[in-house]
Structures are given as C-alpha cells and as structure tokens.
C-alpha cells in the first residue's frame, strides 16, 4: 500500500467510513484466472498451508523460493487486533489469508445477538487488510455442542461480517466425515445456514500406516464427488482447509499432495491447505520428510496465487 493510501486508511478509520482495501481494484491470479473482491477465484485453486503455531512462514517461504497461496491460522476471541496484523503481512505477500476464530461467547449467547458487536467488530478492522480475508467462527463444530445452535449462530453472523467487509468472505469449516458418514444430525442438508456463506472448508486427512490403518481414502469417491455435487446444487465454493498425509503414505505414494490437489481443483475446489504442524494431531502431518517437503516445494513453485 502506498504512503497516500495508508493516510487514507487511517482517515477513513477515524471517521468511522468504509475503508477502501486493495480488493476493490481488479485482481487476477498469476494463471489470469480473476478474482472477486472477497478474494475468491474464477478458476484455480490456491495452494499453502497452515505453519507451527501461526509461525510467520517467511523464513519458510525463503527456502521454497516463493510465497504461499494461502495462509491457515487460528486466533481467540481477544486476538482480533494480532489476527488483523497477520492478514495485513499475508496480504502484503500476496498470501490469502484464511482464519478461524473461538467465538467469545456460548453458541447459544452468539445466536442471540450477544456477539453481534464483537462479530462487526472484527470485520470492521479486517476491511484495511490490505487485501481479501477468509474467516470462520468455530471451525469443526461436531461433537461440540447441539450443532443446530452451531448452526443458528452461523446464520447470524455470516451476513453481518459479510456486510462490514466487503473484502470479507464468509467460511464454514468442517470435518468433512460427518456429513457424509457418520450420525444423520450433521448432514449437510440439515447444518447448512440458510443465508449467503462464501466458503465451504474440509478438514480431511490421509491416515494411511496411523495406528494400524492399512486401508487408504478415497478422497474422489467419498468426499470429492459428493462435495462437487453437493457444491454445484448449492452454489457454495469449497475447499481443503486442513490436509495432510502421514508418513507412511508418503513413504508409498510421495506423489500424494499433486495427485490429491490436481483432484480437488477437477471438481472445483479452490484451496488446498496444508496442515504443516503437529499441533492436536494424531500423526505427523509435518512437512519433516524431505519427501514431503520436495513434493510440496514442487507444487508451490507452480500453483497460482494472488498478483
């Protein structure tokens, strides 16, 4: 951002105007794919990862010989304004940011209306990060609580972060199993806000050789087709928010990650996230294998990414 448009930042903040952010201009990926003002793609798929425990992945993006494509981390309710600082350093590497958030109340209280102002709130700062933002608010609800609260509480907050920022795209994560096998409560049909949600997120892993698994996923089968048609009914984008493949899968198939990618982006994903730490993980998701981490180098040196 140039000197002049820092000013007028600040001006606008202290006014309490809309701020005008760097998505208000045309965008375009590096493949010429174009870019809505939310940071969404017309075509393409964003490839990057989330990295240690929101780790600035500079140093890490130095020994790739590029940035990432988007930028995964997890923030408190009271973290807003160091979450804000973030999305400002990924937008000015041209990473998107894609970031989940505690709510800071029940889902109950935020279904309510007791969040409401803390909801506007930070969407009203994430309007002069300098570039689009992808936010969620409680990722991976199952088993949390009574998902048709969850629910409730998503259907409040979407459309009133949506219009605080216009440069704000509304996710919803989830683990990606149960709603499509496991308890019929967490179908998407019956989860699913009835208001205007811009993302759809999968938590999905590949736990092949993970305490005695033998068998490998069928990502295409199981979840990509069905997410496809699901999507293609829907109208929502989606993506992999979290993924990951164990060791052992990668001492058999180092071509994973590619293969994995180049199937979500077939049937319409547009983010492909790497969960690139150990943190609440049954497995090492780490890029720590020189397999893993050459594969991944491989693809981000050509994957597109915001210009």
Request: charged share 20%.
């Amino acid at each position: 951002m140039t000197l002049m448009g820092s000013l007028v930042v600040a001006l606008m903040l202290a006014l309490g105007g809309p701020v005008p952010t760097a998505s208000s201009a045309p965008a375009k990926l590096t493949n010429g794919c174009a870019v809505g003002p939310r940071g969404i793609p017309s075509c393409g798929a964003y490839f990057g990862a989330a990295y240690g425990a929101n780790t600035n992945p500079s140093g890490w993006e130095r020994s790739m010989g590029r940035t990432l494509g988007v930028h995964r981390t997890y923030w408190g309710a009271s973290q807003v304004s160091s979450a804000l600082a973030t999305a400002r350093a990924d937008n000015a590497r041209n990473r998107v940011p894609w970031m989940s958030f505690k709510a800071p109340y029940s889902w109950s209280q935020m279904a309510a209306g007791k969040g409401d102002a803390w909801a506007r709130g930070l969407a009203t700062k994430m309007r002069s990060a300098g570039g689009p933002v992808w936010v969620a608010i409680h990722h991976e609800p199952e088993g949390d609580g009574d998902i048709q609260v969850w629910k409730r509480m998503q259907a409040r907050l979407a459309p009133i972060m949506r219009k605080a920022a216009p440069n704000l795209a509304y996710s919803i994560i989830l683990m990606g199993y149960h709603e499509f096998y496991g308890e019929s409560k967490y179908r998407m049909s019956k989860i699913w806000p009835k208001t205007k949600i811009d993302i759809a997120g999968f938590d999905l892993y590949e736990k092949y050789g993970v305490k005695g698994i033998t068998k490998w996923k069928s990502f295409n089968k199981d979840y990509f087709n069905p997410i496809r048609a699901w999507a293609k009914r829907t109208g929502v984008r989606w993506g992999l928010a979290e993924t990951g493949y164990s060791d052992p899968a990668a001492k058999r198939n180092p071509k994973w990650i590619r293969a994995i990618y180049n199937a979500m982006r077939a049937r319409g994903g547009i983010a492909f996230t790497y969960f690139n730490t150990n943190l609440n993980s049954v497995a090492n998701w780490k890029l720590s294998l020189a397999t893993k981490q050459n594969a991944f180098t491989r693809l981000n040196k050509v994957a597109p990414k915001m210009r």
